[in-house]
């Protein structure tokens, strides 16, 4: 049986975008409610006694004060003046940026010269480019999704499941990684 690897790079593709959408679409899992001091309520234990007798505190009663019946207005406490920090805040750069930074400059490190390795590099930089295109949205979401294509088919062409040149699309991730580099540095 004869394989069309487009076909299969093209399905792989499709399997890909449609797990980043599905994850994409899930709702984020709730925040991990904080530890309070409060206690949380218990179920009520049975007695073995039939007739249980419960007794409610009095509630204490006021004592009026001594030396007036008017009440005294709060005093106001003193403040401090908190020191204003002339240091512009840092710009937020948008979802996906820092993961996606972090894969290029993974891929560039482990790569090597050795084809194999260069292969699982750009594999692990495909899976490494969609878990950060989870975070990601618009256009910044867009081109970090259109690189890890990029770094599959490089995978693919390496290993020898396609043909062609692998440097076509060396050339494409650069220009890509410029472009995502700009989009992330603009905001």
Do not use: H
């Not at 394989?3 to 792989?12: F, G, R």
């Not at 908190?82 to 820092?98: H, N, Y």
């Amino acid at each position: 049986m004869r394989l069309n690897w487009p076909a299969v790079s093209a399905l792989a593709g499709a399997v890909a975008a449609v797990v980043a959408l599905i994850a994409y679409l899930m709702p984020p899992a709730p925040p991990p409610q904080p530890q309070s001091d409060a206690v949380a309520p218990t179920p009520a234990t049975q007695s073995s006694s039939p007739d249980p007798v419960t007794t409610r505190p009095e509630p204490p009663t006021p004592s009026p004060s001594p030396e007036s019946s008017t009440p005294r207005p709060p005093r106001p406490s003193p403040t401090r003046a908190v020191p204003v920090s002339s240091e512009p805040l840092p710009a937020i750069r948008p979802g996906g940026c820092d993961g996606a930074a972090a894969a290029l400059a993974a891929y560039r490190r482990n790569a090597g010269t050795v084809r194999s390795s260069q292969a699982a590099a750009a594999q692990q930089t495909y899976r490494d480019l969609m878990g950060a295109g989870l975070d990601a949205e618009g256009v910044v979401g867009a081109k970090i999704s259109r690189l890890a294509g990029e770094f599959q088919e490089l995978n693919f062409r390496l290993t020898g499941m396609t043909g062609g040149d692998p440097n076509q699309v060396i050339t494409d991730i650069n220009t890509d990684a410029a472009e995502l580099n700009r989009l992330c540095e603009s905001t």
